[in-house]
C-alpha cells in the first residue's frame, strides 16, 4: 500500500474512533463515580436517619415532687442530669465524660428488663435512685442570673457528644461515678460484690482538690451502738481488719462483731468507707478520705485530668477499663 494511501486510512479510522472513545470510555468512569455517590449519599442518609432516631427517642421520668411521669428528649434528660449531678464550674471536658455517663445509664435501662420499684411506665426516677434530674425551669429557678451560661456551657458538653455512650463487648456499661475519691477509684466486687472488668481500682490523685477531700465526722458511742445494733464496751475503739485495693475498709471489728465497710459507711452516713476510728470521751470519732462508694468515675478526678489537658476521650479510658465508646 502506498503511503499516502495509509495515512488516509489511519486518518478516517482515527476520524469515527476518537468519538466513540469519548462516548464509551467517559461512560465508564461516570458509572464509578455515580456508584461512589450514591454509596456516600446511601450512608449519609443511614446516618441522619440513625440521628434522628436518637433525637426522637424519649425518657419517660418519674417526677417524685408530682408523682407523674414526664417524657423527656434524650438529649434534655442528659443535659438535665449532667447540670444535677455535677458542678457546671468543671471544665467542659470533665462535663463531655459526665454526659456519656448519663446517657449511658439510660441506655443500659433500656436494654435492661423492667425495673419493679419504678412507679407507672417510667424508666428512671429524678432522685439517687436512679439518676438526679431536674427540668430547665427548675434549673432557672436554682441558678437565678446564671442560668444562661450554665446552661449553654451543659449543652455545648451534652451536644458534643451527642448519642454517644460507653459499651463492653457491645453492651452498654454500668457506667457508675461518684463525686470524690480517696487516691484511688475502688473495685467493682469490693464494694458490690459483683466483678465488673471495666471497673476495676485505678489511681486518682487530682482529688485532693476537692473541699471533700476530707472529713471528720463525730457520733454519741450510744448512737453508733443503736445504728448497728451492737454494745460498745468503755475501752473498745474498734480495729480495721483489712483494706480493698482502693485502700477503703474492707473488715472491720467493732463492739464484738465484724462489719464490712460499706455496712459501716451507709449505717453511720459516712462520707467514705475509707476511714479510722477513735474514741474520745462518750463519742465515736471518723475520719474519712474521699465522698462517695468509690467504684467508676470519680467527678472531681474528671476535672483535675481535664485541667491537665486531658480530653472526655481520655477520662473516660482511665476510669473505666477496656470500654468502647459507640453510637446509641
Excluded at 33 to 50: H, L, N, Y
Excluded at 219 to 229: D, F, I, S, T, Y
Excluded at 233 to 245: K, N, Q, V
Aim: hydrophobic share 35%; aromatic share 10%; net charge negative.
Amino acid at each position: 500500500m502506498k503511503k499516502g494511501v495509509f495515512f488516509s486510512v489511519v486518518m478516517i479510522t482515527l476520524f469515527f474512533l476518537i468519538p466513540i472513545l469519548l462516548v464509551v470510555i467517559p461512560g465508564q468512569g461516570e458509572d464509578k463515580v455515580s456508584e461512589s455517590t450514591q454509596k456516600v449519599e446511601r450512608e449519609t442518609r443511614q446516618a441522619s436517619a440513625q440521628l434522628e432516631e436518637t433525637e426522637e427517642r424519649t425518657v419517660p421520668v418519674f417526677r417524685s415532687e408530682t408523682e407523674t411521669v414526664e417524657e423527656t428528649d434524650l438529649e434534655t434528660y442528659v443535659a438535665g442530669v449532667v447540670a444535677s449531678e455535677m458542678p457546671v464550674e468543671f471544665d467542659v471536658e470533665a462535663l463531655k465524660a459526665q454526659a456519656l455517663t448519663a446517657r449511658t445509664y439510660v441506655a443500659k435501662q433500656m436494654a435492661s428488663s423492667s425495673d419493679i420499684n419504678l412507679p407507672q411506665d417510667a424508666l428512671v426516677t429524678d432522685t439517687t435512685m436512679h439518676q438526679v434530674y431536674k427540668s430547665e425551669e427548675e434549673l432557672k429557678e436554682e441558678w437565678g442570673d446564671d442560668f444562661d451560661w450554665k446552661m449553654n456551657k451543659v449543652k455545648e458538653a451534652v451536644f458534643a457528644t451527642q448519642g454517644q455512650v460507653l459499651t463492653y463487648d457491645g453492651e452498654p456499661i454500668t457506667a457508675a461515678f461518684f463525686s470524690t475519691s480517696n487516691g484511688y477509684t475502688e473495685n467493682a466486687e469490693d464494694y458490690w460484690q459483683n466483678p465488673e472488668p471495666y471497673l476495676q481500682s485505678v489511681e486518682s490523685p487530682w482529688d485532693k482538690a476537692s473541699p471533700r477531700y476530707e472529713n471528720v465526722q463525730r457520733m454519741a458511742v450510744g448512737e453508733v451502738e443503736q445504728k448497728l445494733n451492737i454494745s460498745i464496751p468503755a475501752e473498745d475503739t474498734g480495729e480495721i481488719i483489712s483494706r480493698t485495693d482502693g485502700n477503703r475498709v474492707a473488715e472491720v471489728q467493732l463492739g464484738g462483731e465484724t462489719f464490712d465497710g460499706r455496712h459501716i459507711r451507709e449505717e453511720l452516713g459516712l462520707d467514705s468507707s475509707d476511714f479510722q476510728m477513735t474514741r474520745e470521751g462518750g463519742d465515736m470519732v471518723f475520719a474519712t478520705k474521699g465522698w462517695g462508694h468509690g467504684v467508676g468515675m470519680s467527678q472531681y478526678g474528671a476535672d483535675g485530668m481535664a485541667r491537665e489537658g486531658r480530653d472526655y476521650q481520655d477520662i473516660l479510658q482511665h476510669y473505666y477499663k477496656d470500654v468502647v465508646i459507640s453510637s446509641l
